[in-house]
């Protein structure tokens, strides 16, 4: 599925085990959620926790919401995705994917538990083969919705360190953003770890923004407001958009080849991307009203 252009700014990593915090999670101003089975709880709690995500699943309103479940080489992960494909979430996220077989596997499991047709499957691009196949997860299926880059794990098959410029993950963030657009997926950032460093966090959001991610995944509800900020059109670039989009269509309309802007050429690029901004911020805005209702 060509993935809907929707806000992603901010996407909070919640416990599945943790009641109170699905609670606190419809009050908080994340763009989405991802309803954690896998590292964020403890083996004793995997089944009570597929059961409070799957019914928790449908109550954040116009919020995107997926289920990240365990692997399918555990013992969880086979009825993870079964339960996750009857619940109300907009999609179901694998951990540490590698191929496409493990992503065909899923869908197999999901179309046998029913799950409806616009359920997206994403995927964890954490390990280094994973990101070396990152073409073939990316054309997997036509359910396929969006990579979600996991840093830490990846850090730690590279033997690699975070740096402020996060040159050790530069190769990895590009494949996975080649892969991703030439597919019409959407594309996250991974999470910043430390939470003392609101500078450097906003920085890493800036970088991500650079890279042309949609938007960074978190862990902590402090850190929503600056991925917001840092991932939204600003509105010289909304106010600019629409100048282009008002220009280029009179000049269709009159007829004429060639439009200029505050003597800048403006070609069909320019506008489709102004299209895209235009309804990005139109969309932030509405989920924004909502929250707020």
């Not at 479940?69 to 555990?74: A, D, S, Y």
């Not at 494909?85 to 999901?110: F, H, N, T, Y």
């Not at 862990?219 to 929503?224: A, L, Q, S």
């Not at 958009?241 to 220009?247: E, H, Q, Y």
Request: charged share 25%; with cysteine.
């Amino acid at each position: 599925m060509a993935t809907v252009t929707r806000p992603r700014r901010s996407v909070l990593y919640m416990p599945g085990s943790n009641t109170r915090a699905l609670e606190k999670a419809k009050t908080l101003a994340a763009d989405g959620l991802i309803l954690d089975l896998e590292d964020a709880t403890a083996p004793d709690a995997k089944e009570e926790a597929r059961r409070n995500v799957v019914a928790a699943a449908g109550q954040y309103g116009k919020r995107e919401v997926l289920i990240r479940v365990n692997g399918l080489n555990t013992p969880w992960g086979h009825d993870d995705i079964k339960a996750a494909a009857s619940s109300e979430a907009d999609g179901i996220l694998l951990p540490k994917v590698e191929s496409a077989d493990a992503v065909r596997l899923c869908e197999r499991i999901m179309d046998e538990a029913g799950a409806p047709a616009d359920m997206a499957i994403w995927c964890m691009m954490e390990t280094p083969l994973g990101i070396l196949h990152a073409e073939e997860i990316a054309n997997a299926t036509p359910r396929m919705g969006g990579f979600v880059m996991g840093t830490s794990d990846l850090a730690k098959d590279l033997h690699a360190e975070h740096t402020k410029m996060r040159l050790p993950f530069v190769t990895s963030l590009g494949l996975c953003a080649l892969a991703a657009r030439a597919y019409g997926l959407a594309l996250l950032d991974g999470v910043y770890l430390d939470l003392q460093d609101d500078e450097g966090f906003k920085e890493s959001c800036v970088q991500g923004r650079e890279f042309g991610f949609d938007g960074k995944t978190l862990i902590h509800p402090k850190t929503i407001g600056m991925a917001n900020e840092a991932f939204a059109p600003s509105a010289e670039q909304v106010e600019w958009s629409r100048r282009i989009i008002d220009a280029h269509a009179e000049a269709v309309k009159e007829g004429k080849g060639v439009v200029v802007v505050d003597g800048k050429l403006i070609e069909n690029l320019h506008v489709e991307n102004a299209k895209r901004l235009v309804s990005l911020s139109e969309q932030i805005d509405e989920l924004d009203a909502a929250a707020g209702a």
